[in-house]
């Protein structure tokens, strides 16, 4: 979640108070601020665009089971298979394999916070992916002032609001889809991400306003560091001098008005972070019960425990080693961006801000690690059972000389 993402401390600390209709600083608070380099560039940005034309994209990711029948939920949700979106530039080999099932959904029960009034009906559309991920996608179209627009950043800092609403738009249509799902168990593992994409394209965005985007991507309504505003622009991208991708580990930013695909990207890295955590976590209960089995509680122990092999945990582990390596091939075969350099750049910015590769060599190691420490109970066990069987050999064999002894 964000809000664990951010490790942020507590937002109960008082905030600037906004006054007057252009939601401007009150005069005496403006004059002491000024002299920070983050508001002299806040109020040249406010300077030149009194407002700006903003879709502010929210998306949600859920794991609802094992695997999506993708075809029967097509029957089920009466749902179109999305196709990447493209540019001229992306070749027709781009595609997802197999391509999500897209449905449009009545998101009217999500709103943003602070009561923030859009230009149009927001838009909401649920992504289905077929190694058991959902995926509901929000559009905003906002025109607000960009001190506006970053004192909402700040408040969209707390996820849990919005996160609980996703849930409640998401549930009908998960019960209709239960049927396709394959292993169903709704997780209650989530992740969210924000892109505030600007249609307003010029050169100058990072030069010009990285303290103010780099509000935006840390969703910090407050004045930030250099250091901190270096470290929050660091990862940015553009494909002509006039658009500009800036991610961080919480949300985005995006300059360009046709930006579809790379929306889309984004959206698929997410699920994929989501998948790695929910495989993350059973891992964790799968080693905590490894160690409890290693070393039992005293008055749970019992003499005869030793006969007994750990087959049926062993198989278990076994199953979710399958199941990892299973969602990691259908993970990364999902979505192959070979041939478009830009995109693929772009899931790499993501991936690195998302760190995907370690959250995938944790799992590996996890798995590794469950895997010995379940053989080794069970050579354990099949050890003990061998010495249990050498001494019955041998009690057998003295009851025999024993009797032979006394027959004579």
């Given at each position: 979640?964000?809000?664990?993402?951010?490790?942020?401390?507590?937002r109960?600390?008082?905030?600037?108070?906004?006054?007057?209709?252009?939601?401007?600083?009150?005069?005496s608070?403006?004059?002491?601020?000024?002299?920070?380099?983050?508001?002299?560039?806040?109020?040249?940005?406010?300077?030149s665009?009194e407002?700006?034309?903003?879709?502010i994209?929210?998306?949600?990711?859920f794991d609802?089971?094992?695997?999506?029948?993708?075809?029967?939920?097509?029957?089920?949700?009466?749902?179109?298979?999305g196709a990447?979106?493209r540019r001229?530039r992306?070749?027709?080999?781009?595609?997802?394999?197999?391509?999500?099932?897209?449905?449009?959904?009545?998101?009217?029960?999500?709103?943003?916070?602070?009561?923030v009034?859009?230009?149009q009906?927001?838009?909401?559309e649920?992504?289905?992916?077929?190694?058991?991920?959902?995926?509901l996608?929000?559009?905003?179209?906002v025109?607000?002032?960009?001190v506006?627009?970053?004192?909402?950043?700040?408040e969209?800092?707390?996820?849990?609001?919005l996160t609980a609403?996703?849930?409640?738009?998401?549930?009908?249509?998960?019960?209709?889809l239960?049927?396709?799902?394959?292993?169903?168990e709704?997780?209650?593992?989530s992740?969210?991400y924000?892109?505030?994409?600007?249609?307003?394209?010029?050169?100058?965005?990072?030069?010009e306003?990285?303290d103010?985007?780099?509000?935006?991507?840390?969703?910090?309504?407050?004045?930030l560091?250099?250091?901190?505003?270096?470290?929050?622009t660091?990862?940015s991208?553009s494909y002509?001098?006039?658009?500009?991708?800036?991610?961080?580990?919480?949300?985005?930013?995006?300059a360009d008005?046709d930006?579809?695909?790379?929306?889309?990207?984004?959206?698929f890295?997410?699920?994929q972070?989501?998948?790695?955590?929910?495989?993350?976590?059973?891992l964790?209960?799968?080693?905590?019960?490894?160690?409890r089995?290693?070393?039992?509680?005293?008055?749970?122990?019992?003499?005869w425990?030793?006969w007994?092999?750990?087959?049926?945990?062993?198989?278990?582990?076994?199953?979710?080693?399958?199941?990892?390596?299973?969602?990691?091939?259908?993970?990364?075969?999902?979505?192959?961006?070979?041939?478009?350099?830009?995109?693929?750049?772009?899931?790499?910015?993501?991936?690195?801000?998302?760190?995907l590769?370690?959250?995938?060599?944790?799992?590996?190691?996890k798995?590794?690690?469950?895997?010995?420490?379940?053989d080794?109970l069970?050579q354990?066990?099949?050890?003990?059972r061998m010495?249990?069987?050498?001494?019955?050999?041998?009690?057998?064999?003295?009851?025999?000389?024993?009797?032979?002894?006394f027959r004579h």
């Amino acid at each position: 979640m964000i809000g664990r993402r951010l490790g942020r401390r507590s937002r109960g600390e008082r905030r600037p108070d906004w006054k007057g209709p252009e939601n401007r600083l009150d005069l005496s608070l403006r004059l002491r601020l000024l002299a920070l380099p983050s508001l002299q560039n806040l109020t040249r940005i406010q300077a030149s665009m009194e407002s700006l034309d903003v879709v502010i994209h929210l998306a949600f990711a859920f794991d609802i089971g094992y695997e999506i029948d993708l075809e029967r939920a097509r029957t089920l949700l009466s749902g179109e298979s999305g196709a990447l979106a493209r540019r001229r530039r992306t070749p027709e080999s781009i595609q997802y394999r197999p391509a999500p099932l897209r449905v449009a959904v009545d998101g009217s029960a999500l709103a943003l916070p602070g009561g923030v009034a859009t230009i149009q009906p927001p838009r909401a559309e649920l992504s289905l992916f077929d190694f058991g991920a959902i995926s509901l996608a929000m559009q905003f179209p906002v025109w607000m002032d960009p001190v506006a627009l970053l004192r909402l950043a700040g408040e969209l800092a707390e996820p849990a609001p919005l996160t609980a609403s996703a849930r409640r738009v998401v549930a009908p249509w998960v019960e209709r889809l239960r049927p396709a799902v394959i292993g169903f168990e709704d997780s209650a593992i989530s992740e969210e991400y924000i892109v505030f994409q600007v249609g307003d394209v010029r050169g100058d965005w990072l030069q010009e306003h990285a303290d103010w985007i780099a509000g935006l991507v840390r969703l910090e309504s407050g004045p930030l560091s250099r250091a901190e505003v270096a470290e929050a622009t660091r990862l940015s991208l553009s494909y002509t001098p006039d658009d500009v991708v800036t991610l961080d580990w919480a949300a985005g930013f995006v300059a360009d008005r046709d930006c579809a695909e790379t929306l889309q990207v984004i959206e698929f890295a997410n699920v994929q972070l989501l998948e790695f955590r929910h495989i993350d976590d059973r891992l964790d209960d799968r080693l905590e019960a490894a160690y409890r089995q290693i070393r039992p509680e005293p008055r749970r122990r019992r003499p005869w425990a030793f006969w007994f092999s750990h087959h049926a945990a062993l198989r278990s582990v076994r199953e979710l080693e399958v199941e990892a390596t299973s969602l990691f091939e259908r993970a990364d075969n999902a979505l192959k961006l070979i041939g478009d350099q830009y995109l693929s750049r772009v899931f790499e910015l993501t991936s690195s801000r998302f760190h995907l590769r370690d959250w995938q060599q944790s799992i590996r190691r996890k798995l590794d690690t469950v895997g010995d420490v379940y053989d080794l109970l069970v050579q354990q066990a099949g050890g003990n059972r061998m010495e249990t069987l050498e001494v019955i050999v041998v009690l057998l064999i003295t009851l025999e000389i024993l009797l032979a002894f006394f027959r004579h």
